[in-house]
């Protein structure tokens, strides 16, 4: 219909927004587990909700720390809807029975994500710490869809789950799961610290994928969706994403809990903060968001074949190993 | 009254700049025809509208009828009336086929 928009969008479409670093869990892969941030009151959340209604951001994605733990969830999700932004939450499912359910529906979320790392109950409630884990998220699928609220399921892939995706994927049939994320692994936080034992190496990341994709192409009757832009060298991979290479400060940004806005919840560098500091200068003229959008090819990406699609991987795993953005991500297998 | 709306599903948006740097190059007298100004979010897809189908999408807000529509965008474009409805309607029966917009029929 019209040419591709290659010039900057005047805004992103998503905001990932954490209203606490609190949890109820400590899972071996989290990457806030060791951040510690001041909260905001009520009125300030509502405050951020208008910066987003004048900029036309129409998704938030609250993510964590575990969103159900702010009381006020449900207050600011209805007063976010009520300005027409679609609301949807991430969360490890704990304190989300049938009553919360019925208010995730009446407050009217547009999906709610829950996090299984693992189809295998023991292994999940081993990795996530907590005995009796998995048996409150599937639960919390279950009574989510009997409010009627659409569900998808989150899995980080990592050591534990990467052979057994076909497990998870029955998982969320089973549990009337519409769509499931498998999550590249990204190495910020606990990941970070754990990656000798958790992340896969290269190859097998490259294996992964190049079966993942393939099963992606064959399924029906379930979306499989993936967030890292490393696949982007492998075939069966649809170009359908909106831009290049990591989405994050192109199509995403993450707020933390005290507004600190940072390009996205795994790279710790704040470009501003949204109640002090005028939005569009940020998302104009950071000059950190600036230097992601426009990435030069390093190290093995020069000359890389791939580099035009891919744009050097994940920008936060090449960040958080090497200090620099335009580094080659380091799961790349070339 | 056959009033005219947008699928409610639809997550859309105009990029501000964007139109405006089409408008300023209309001015200028070039072709602009291929040129996004609103984005509109389907499945996890984006589409966009170009700068008339993007104040024909604009317009669609359960309010006015096609009637309405044409009379409006006459103010904003040196044409014929009968060209411009003609155009109107191939694209509003465009995206009414691809379930973007609909006919509100019901009558007062
Ligand atoms: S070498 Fe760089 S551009 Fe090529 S696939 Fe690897 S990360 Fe992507």
Redesign the pocket.
Known sequence: MTNPLTEQFSAPLTFNWSLSYRCNFTCSHCYSREEECDELSTPQLKQIVDVLVKHQIPFINFGGGEPLLRPDLYELTTYAREQGLNISMNSNGWLLDAAAAEKISTAGFRSVGISIDSADADLHDDFRIRPGSFDKAVNALDVLADAGVRTTMSSVISRINYRQFHDLLDLARKYRVPQVYLHNFKCSGRGFKNRQELDLNPQEWKEFYVEALKVKEETKDLLISFDDP?I??LPGYADNSLVKGSSCGKLSLNLRPNGDITPCGFIPLVVGNILRDDFEEIWYNSPILNKMRNKE?KG??QG?G??ED????CTARAFATTGDLSE??PH?W? | MKRLQRNPDIVWRVEKRRQQAVLDRLEAGEETEDEGTVILLISGMMHQLNLLGGMIWNLCDGHRTLEHIVTELLQEFDVERDLLQTDIQTFIDDLIERGWLSYDQSTD
């Open positions: 490393v982007a060298s090819a093995k990406c890389c791939a580099y891919c744009l050097g991987g080659p991500d790349c070339k």
